[in-house]
């Protein structure tokens, strides 16, 4: 058939003059070239559904990715931006959401989680009914702040930690946590790369930072304060020191019931440098138990102090900013496959987050009763929840695929139990 078209032009070009003769050439030209483009459009169509046949044969998930697809295609976008409000709060509660990792592609997990604007989240859970057809649950939640996957550590810690910093300065205590199950992103947030000038700094280093810059700036320096910091963990009720050999440490309470942790290294500090060779130091030192769900799952808060103490009158504080990497808050997962001492550790880390929150909600609630005896954690970190000018951040962080979202949603409905923002976890969309 390709023959056809020259033919008959050949024979109607004899019969026309030369000027028409190349219109009707141009206009043969371009339909065989219609027809050229018509058939590689439908071998790609025809390629797509091949490609797509295959996905759907790779991946079990491909109706869950379809429909959460579908549902977000009608959403408005409107994510937190580096210049958007700040505002000064007691308690603070954010959520961020990692990307997906290197692993999690190749394995074609689905991420389910959705970050429409600044504030909101939507877990798309994924259900099926009886008759076996599979739809979607939408939870969209409130917070503060909600990180997406594109944020950095820098955006994390201006909305988070950073309004902090002045609250020690007025000789007060600020707290930042970073909550949530293992492999979340906890620790990369608050330790982030640790060698000199790495662009990707975690929250120590930062609020580590801007705390030597305001030492020395016009308005605290006639303060003359002296930067230091300690870092310990707190596993199975034990508080071991991470800047000495994991020494074990006691806790006691002194008659005006201030909470001392004896003999816990402080060192003097003059340089993000020498703060990021101590966390080095430390994190290295830290405690990892072995679980089924992550082998080198963290089972340990690991509480990094910097306090603020006058050179004249040293033996005294004048502020302190804690920032403490919590152990992961999975539970139930690993329990058929662990062992008595996993199953334990699991049972007081419970005990601890559970105290944990208790003790910020009765931050918020001045003259609360403050359970803080009920852990360790809560115990070492007293004044952070007594004192008239504390402040308190958490940061909830959740993993985006499919296979942690039952894990997702019980972070998400602690970090919103923490502070009750007045809509809860909404209504089912
Ligand atoms: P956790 O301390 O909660 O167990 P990690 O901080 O160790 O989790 O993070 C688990 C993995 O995911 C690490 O490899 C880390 O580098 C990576 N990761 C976490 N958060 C992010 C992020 N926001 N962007 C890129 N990679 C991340
Ligand atoms: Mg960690």
Same mark, same amino acid.
């Given at each position: 058939?390709?023959?056809?078209?020259?033919?008959?032009?050949?024979?109607?070009?004899?019969?026309?003059?030369?000027?028409?003769?190349?219109?009707?050439?141009?206009?043969?030209?371009?339909?065989?070239?219609?027809?050229?483009?018509?058939?590689?459009?439908?071998?790609?169509?025809?390629?797509?559904?091949?490609?797509?046949?295959?996905?759907?044969?790779?991946?079990?998930?491909?109706?869950?990715?379809?429909?959460?697809?579908?549902?977000?295609?009608?959403?408005?976008?409107?994510?937190?931006?580096?210049?958007?409000?700040?505002?000064?709060?007691?308690?603070?509660?954010?959520?961020?959401?990692?990307?997906?990792?290197?692993?999690?592609?190749?394995?074609?997990?689905?991420?389910?989680?959705?970050?429409?604007?600044?504030?909101?989240?939507?877990?798309?859970?994924?259900?099926?009914?009886?008759?076996?057809?599979?739809?979607?649950?939408?939870?969209?939640?409130?917070?503060?702040?909600?990180?997406?996957?594109?944020?950095?550590?820098?955006?994390?810690?201006?909305?988070?930690?950073?309004?902090?910093?002045?609250?020690?300065?007025?000789?007060?205590?600020? #707290?930042?946590?970073?909550? /949530? $199950? !293992?492999?979340?992103?906890?620790?990369?947030?608050? @330790?982030?790369?640790? +060698?000199?000038?790495?662009?990707?700094?975690?929250?120590?280093?930062?609020?580590?930072?801007?705390?030597?810059?305001?030492?020395?700036?016009?308005?605290?320096?006639?303060?003359?304060?002296?930067?230091?910091?300690?870092?310990?963990?707190?596993?199975?009720?034990?508080?071991?020191?991470?800047?000495?050999?994991?020494?074990?440490?006691?806790?006691?309470?002194?008659?005006?019931?201030?909470?001392?942790?004896?003999?816990?290294?402080?060192?003097?500090?003059?340089?993000?440098?020498?703060?990021?060779?101590?966390?080095?130091?430390?994190? #290295?030192?830290?405690?990892? /138990? $072995? !679980?089924?769900?992550?082998?080198?799952?963290?089972? @340990?808060?690991?509480? +990094?102090?910097?306090?603020?103490?006058?050179?004249?009158?040293?033996?005294?504080?004048?502020?302190?900013?804690?920032?403490?990497?919590?152990?992961?808050?999975?539970?139930?997962?690993?329990?058929?496959?662990?062992?008595?001492?996993?199953?334990?550790?699991?049972?007081?880390?419970?005990?601890?987050?559970?105290?944990?929150?208790?003790?910020?909600?009765?931050?918020?609630?001045?003259?609360?009763?403050?359970?803080?005896?009920?852990?360790?954690?809560?115990?070492?970190?007293?004044?952070?929840?007594?004192?008239?000018?504390?402040?308190?951040?958490?940061?909830?962080?959740?993993?985006?695929?499919?296979?942690?979202?039952?894990?997702?949603?019980?972070?998400?409905?602690?970090?919103?139990?923490?502070?009750?923002?007045?809509?809860?976890?909404?209504?089912?969309?």
């Amino acid at each position: 058939s390709k023959e056809r078209y020259p033919q008959t032009s050949r024979s109607v070009i004899e019969h026309v003059s030369s000027s028409f003769e190349s219109t009707v050439v141009k206009k043969i030209g371009k339909m065989e070239h219609d027809r050229i483009e018509r058939r590689k459009k439908q071998a790609e169509s025809k390629a797509e559904k091949v490609e797509l046949t295959k996905r759907n044969a790779d991946n079990p998930h491909w109706v869950l990715h379809q429909m959460i697809a579908d549902y977000c295609k009608n959403l408005q976008y409107n994510p937190l931006t580096v210049d958007d409000m700040i505002e000064d709060r007691l308690i603070t509660v954010c959520v961020r959401k990692r990307p997906l990792n290197k692993n999690e592609l190749i394995k074609k997990e689905v991420d389910v989680i959705t970050v429409p604007s600044k504030n909101q989240l939507i877990v798309h859970e994924p259900k099926t009914k009886v008759d076996l057809t599979k739809y979607l649950e939408n939870h969209l939640f409130k917070f503060d702040y909600t990180f997406n996957e594109t944020c950095n550590n820098e955006i994390v810690y201006k909305y988070t930690a950073q309004p902090l910093i002045k609250t020690i300065f007025e000789g007060g205590f600020a #707290t930042c946590f970073a909550y /949530g $199950q !293992t492999g979340s992103g906890k620790t990369y947030t608050m @330790s982030g790369d640790l +060698f000199r000038n790495s662009p990707n700094k975690g929250i120590y280093a930062m609020a580590a930072t801007d705390i030597f810059r305001l030492v020395a700036s016009a308005r605290y320096k006639h303060l003359n304060l002296i930067v230091t910091c300690s870092f310990f963990e707190i596993y199975s009720r034990k508080v071991l020191d991470l800047l000495n050999r994991k020494g074990d440490l006691k806790i006691l309470e002194d008659g005006k019931q201030q909470v001392q942790v004896v003999g816990l290294t402080e060192k003097v500090v003059s340089s993000v440098n020498e703060v990021l060779e101590l966390i080095h130091q430390g994190n #290295t030192a830290r405690t990892s /138990g $072995q !679980t089924s769900a992550n082998e080198n799952s963290s089972r @340990s808060h690991a509480v +990094f102090q910097i306090y603020l103490r006058p050179a004249k009158k040293f033996h005294t504080l004048h502020g302190k900013f804690s920032l403490i990497d919590l152990a992961g808050n999975e539970r139930g997962a690993d329990t058929l496959s662990s062992t008595k001492v996993t199953r334990m550790e699991g049972g007081e880390i419970n005990k601890s987050l559970l105290a944990l929150k208790e003790c910020i909600r009765a931050l918020g609630r001045k003259g609360a009763h403050l359970p803080f005896r009920l852990s360790k954690l809560t115990q070492v970190l007293r004044d952070s929840f007594i004192g008239s000018n504390s402040k308190t951040c958490m940061i909830a962080m959740v993993s985006p695929g499919v296979s942690s979202c039952e894990n997702t949603l019980n972070t998400l409905r602690y970090a919103d139990r923490v502070k009750e923002l007045g809509g809860g976890e909404l209504q089912q969309l």
